[in-house]
Every structure is written in structure tokens, then in C-alpha cells.
């Protein structure tokens, strides 16, 4: 097994300042590695919080169950957002940016629950991917994606990026009360990865 390097010089966006990254458009091949990294994490079969079973066939389905690109940036864009937010503590923030995602996307598009299940796992995986805890190795010719524990760290959360992110998210909830409620006006997905809840 060896390991591939993450830090793609398509994906230099992580290393600056969250202002920045805001700003920076990614690139449709920086988009297109993510979302295959976050099929290939992606569970088969999933049990929401509310007993419901979420079953992807990743066999034959694949095509059904991704999301356009355009919208796998603006998730990409929010996970980083939601890394932010986790590395420095502020849980609230990160809850309440995601579901803030969750709205705006449900409000443009009758999601399936297998697409729905997918949007969360590649948030998930950005957050790591931000936080620099994404692992990509290659056994036997297959690429191998392991997401490693967050550890948030206060040193390099002062008041100033504290205040950005802040604001970060007071956009994105701006934006969520500008489009109309889902269908059934829940936003829920309930499919919060364990990576957005405080331990």
C-alpha cells in the first residue's frame, strides 16, 4: 500500500485564508477528484437517526446517485466553511451552516435520499479535507480514502478568524432565508456525519 498526496496543486485553495477560498472559484478537475473521493467513501447502506434505511447500489447506480457539478461546488465550498468552524470549536456555527446548505439545496431540487446521503458524505469529507485529515492510499491498483479524527486547535483560532467565520456563516443563512422552504418545510436530512457533532 502506498499513499498518494492529497494536496493537489488544484486544490491549493485549502492553505489560504478562509476569506480567500471564499472567493476562489475551484476548478471543474479539482471538483471532479473530490466527488470521486467521496463516492468511494460513500456507504452502500446507511440507517438515518429516525430508523429509516438509505441503500445505495454502487454497483450499477452511480450515475443516479451523484449530483451536478456545479452543486458539488457550492458543497465543497460550505465544507470548508464547516472546517473552519469545527477546527476552532464554534459547533453552532458548523450545525447551523450545514443545514443552512441543506435548505438552499432542497429548495432548488427534489434531492433523492441516496443523493441526499451523498451531498452530507462529500461536506463530510471536505471538512476533513480542510482540516488536512484526509488520507488517500492505493492497494492493488484502488484508491483508498480514510477521513482521520479532527483535533480543533485554539492556537490558530483568535478573534479575528473567530469573527470571520462568523460572518461566513451569517452569509449562508442570508442566503437559505432568501429561497422558499423545502416541500414539507423540513431541512433535515438526518444524515449528520459524526464529523459536525461535538464529541
Known amino acids: 500500500m502506498r499513499v498518494l498526496a492529497v494536496g493537489l496543486a488544484a486544490l491549493a485553495w485549502v492553505s489560504v485564508s478562509p ?3 471564499a472567493s ?17 467513501i460513500l456507504p452502500s447502506k446507511f440507517t438515518r437517526p429516525d430508523g429509516k434505511v438509505i ?15 456545479d452543486v458539488a461546488r457550492d458543497v465543497i465550498k460550505v465544507g470548508y466553511t464547516s472546517a473552519q468552524a469545527q477546527l476552532c470549536e464554534m459547533w453552532e456555527e458548523q450545525t447551523i451552516n450545514y443545514d443552512a446548505m441543506i435548505h438552499i439545496l432542497r429548495s ?7 443523493q441526499l446521503l451523498y451531498i452530507t458524505t462529500l461536506h463530510r469529507m471536505t471538512i476533513h479535507m480542510a482540516a488536512g485529515k ?19 486547535s485554539k492556537a490558530t483560532c483568535n ?11 451569517a452569509q449562508h443563512v442570508e442566503a437559505a432565508k432568501a429561497v422558499s422552504p423545502p416541500s414539507g418545510g ?5 444524515t449528520v456525519p459524526a464529523s459536525q457533532k461535538k464529541k
Open 134 to 152: 484526509l488520507t488517500v492510499s492505493e492497494k492493488n491498483g484502488e484508491q483508498i480514502v480514510s477521513l482521520d479524527p479532527i483535533e480543533p
Open 24 to 40: 476562489k472559484e475551484l476548478s471543474e478537475r479539482s471538483v471532479k477528484v473530490l466527488m470521486q473521493y467521496a463516492w468511494l
Open 159 to 169: 478573534d479575528e478568524k473567530r469573527k470571520h467565520v462568523k460572518e461566513l456563516v
Open 108 to 114: 432548488k431540487h427534489n434531492w433523492s435520499d441516496q
Open 19 to 21: 476569506g480567500q477560498a
Open 55 to 69: 441503500e445505495v447500489d454502487k454497483k450499477h447506480k452511480k450515475k443516479e446517485t451523484l449530483i451536478p457539478i
Open 186 to 190: 423540513n431541512t433535515s436530512t438526518g
